[in-house]
């Protein structure tokens, strides 16, 4: 994996090095609220990043996982992860978070666009989903921002804090994805 920059924002790949920083964000307040975060110790927290794959490309599966750092001098002010699950090696779902002081800035949404083009690039996706709980307002104005459009209901899709819970299923498809990227670019050279 490696380090992706948007405007802002450095996007720094997990690895055993700094699974502690984002250990630490994982512990942060406010974040348990709209999605389940296990509760593991620093060392065997460690210990799972170490197992997991380290290149996110075509036909990869697992958790691929960037800390975000941003300011000067620069913090770490969240964490954006993507998964693929080896049953459907050409589908990711995306799950990210911000510290309190760094929201409303815009920063998930940058952050977002930056792992979205790095599924479909280097990941060779051909879709990248994410699911919120319905009353989840900031998120869903993230998944809007980025080109998600809303799928369905999945009832019973998550657990969070050991309540079984209703989740709304968003997804960009890479036909989407491309066509967005390609506007941008005509736009760019235009002006
Ligand atoms: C979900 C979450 C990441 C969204 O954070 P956020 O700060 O609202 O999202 P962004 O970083 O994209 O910021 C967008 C906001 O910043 C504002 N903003 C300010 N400056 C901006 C800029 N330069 N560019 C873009 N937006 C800017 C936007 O107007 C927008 O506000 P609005 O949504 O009220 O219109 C955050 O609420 C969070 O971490 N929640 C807890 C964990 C969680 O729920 N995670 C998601 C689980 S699915």
């Known amino acids: 994996m490696r380090t992706l920059h948007s405007a802002r924002i450095a996007l720094v790949p997990v690895d055993v090095r700094?699974?502690?920083?984002?250990?630490?964000?994982?512990?942060?307040?406010?974040?348990?609220?709209?999605?389940?975060?296990?509760?593991?110790?620093?060392?065997?927290?460690?210990?799972?990043?170490?197992?997991?794959?380290?290149e996110l490309r075509a036909n990869s599966s697992g958790r691929f996982e960037w800390v975000l750092r941003a300011g000067t001098p620069q913090t770490t002010i969240g964490w954006i992860s993507l998964r693929v699950n080896d049953r459907s090696p050409r589908v990711g779902e995306v799950g990210y978070s911000l510290v309190l002081d760094a929201r409303g800035?815009?920063?998930?949404?940058e952050a977002l666009q930056a792992v979205i083009d790095e599924a479909f690039i280097e990941g060779e996706l051909d879709e990248v989903?994410?699911?919120?709980?319905?009353?989840n307002a900031a998120s869903r104005r993230v998944l809007d921002r980025t080109g998600f459009r809303e799928e369905r209901l999945l009832r019973s899709?998550?657990?969070?804090?050991?309540?079984?819970?209703?989740?709304?299923?968003?997804?960009?498809?890479?036909?989407?994805?491309d066509r967005a990227r390609r506007e941008s670019m005509a736009r760019s050279s235009s002006g």
Request: aromatic share 8%; charged share 30%.
């Open 105 to 109: 800035k815009g920063y998930a949404s």
């Open 129 to 135: 989903q994410a699911c919120i709980v319905p009353e």
């Open 18 to 54: 700094n699974a502690r920083e984002l250990w630490e964000v994982l512990n942060a307040p406010d974040l348990r609220k709209f999605q389940d975060i296990p509760r593991v110790r620093a060392e065997e927290f460690e210990r799972q990043v170490r197992a997991r794959p380290k």
């Open 157 to 177: 899709g998550a657990v969070i804090r050991g309540r079984h819970v209703d989740v709304l299923l968003f997804s960009v498809a890479r036909a989407i994805w």
